[in-house]
């Protein structure tokens, strides 16, 4: 009996190692390559176990998503989109969750989740805190989820399955936003256009800057942090708004009349073929333009040395200049 017990035991440990892998193969690729889909809209990319790819991040991850902990649901979440430049027309979502409970995955505790947390904000080695515009390098395992497919951590918290992202440019700047109209992604009927090759409709602009103008809100009583809206053109055409979790959506009214929206064009569908959406992760209250024109990160009210804490060093330094003028007022 303990033969077979220690046999069983053995098979085990074998076939985790041979799913975990000592060496998984990992490419360069570029975010074309890695959105590849079929007719069903499914991802189809699989020649490697990990890829690497790079961009320009086009939002902060604690306005997109909210990555405090808990112990429920998806707990803590973490997201950032990268934008390819150049002839590389799409873009990738990195995503991480504190919570893999439904998925058969692991479980970050509070501490772990923190660490990773300051593990995924800051370059290796030096500290550096990553910002939109910057152009990084992220190399992970990747999963189809909702019609995308995602660089993330399998659903694991083993160190095996870590993301690591690298800064290659500092404020290389954020993307020039395509401007598109409705009719581009939505048909006669206000369906979304589906097209596998990737040339025209949804896909096309998924998981890239976009600026939609000359469009109304037309349900701003749902305004507020990660609410969904629903935008209309002159047209009757309309697209999903989502919010991120931005203190502007508190501190300001919902615009009204006709506005501009520059947004990440996103997907979130079962289908996989169609939720496509517009999602802003701020608002800084101008009135004409909903975008979050790349707020500062750690821009807590009084934070003044930009450390994401509120504490007697900002009070500090807030002395020290006192009744200070700058140059030429």
């Known amino acids: ?14 076939f985790v190692a041979a799913v975990k892998g000592d060496d998984p193969t990992v490419a360069e690729v570029t975010h074309q390559q890695l959105q590849v889909v079929d007719g069903d809209g499914i991802g189809t990319y699989s020649a490697t176990d990990k890829v690497s790819v790079t961009g320009i991040i086009l939002n902060n991850p604690e306005e997109m998503l909210d990555p405090n902990t808990s112990t429920s649901g998806m707990g803590g979440q973490w997201q950032v989109y990268i934008q390819g430049e150049g002839s590389d027309h799409a873009g990738t979502a990195v995503y991480m969750a504190q919570r893999y409970v439904y998925m058969g995955g692991g479980v970050y505790t509070t501490d772990q989740w923190y660490s990773e947390m300051f593990r995924m904000n800051h370059g290796p080695n030096t500290g550096y805190t990553f910002h939109i515009g910057d152009r990084v390098r992220v ?17 694991k918290t083993d160190a095996f399955y870590d993301v690591n992202v690298e800064l290659v440019t500092p404020a290389a700047g954020l993307p020039q936003p395509e401007t598109i109209t409705l009719n ?9 256009i589906f097209d596998q090759t990737r040339a025209t409709g949804g896909e096309y602009y998924q998981a890239r800057l ?12 749902d305004w507020a942090p990660n609410g969904t809206l629903t935008v209309k053109d002159k047209t009757g055409r309309t697209i999903p708004l989502l919010l991120g979790y931005g203190d502007g959506f508190t501190r300001y009214a919902c615009p009204t009349g006709q506005i501009s929206i520059i947004a990440i064009f996103d997907q979130e569908s079962s289908a996989n073929t169609d939720g ?10 101008n009135g004409l333009v909903l975008t979050d024109r790349g707020h500062k990160r750690g821009n807590l009210p009084g934070d ?12 500090a330094e807030f002395a020290n200049h006192w009744l200070q003028q700058s140059p030429g007022l």
Request: charged content about 20%; overall charge negative; proline content about 1%.
């Open 1 to 14: 009996m303990n033969r077979i017990i220690v046999l069983t035991v053995a098979m085990a440990m074998a």
């Open 184 to 192: 581009l992604v939505k048909d006669a009927d206000n369906q979304f």
């Open 276 to 285: 496509y959406r517009l999602w802003v992760t701020n608002y800084d209250g």
């Open 304 to 315: 003044i040395n930009s450390d994401y804490m509120v504490d007697f060093t900002d009070f």
């Open 139 to 155: 190399t992970g395992w990747y999963m189809f989820h909702n019609g995308k497919t995602n660089i993330n951590e399998k659903h």
């Open 210 to 221: 976009v600026r939609v103008d000359d469009v109304n809100i037309t349900d701003p009583n």
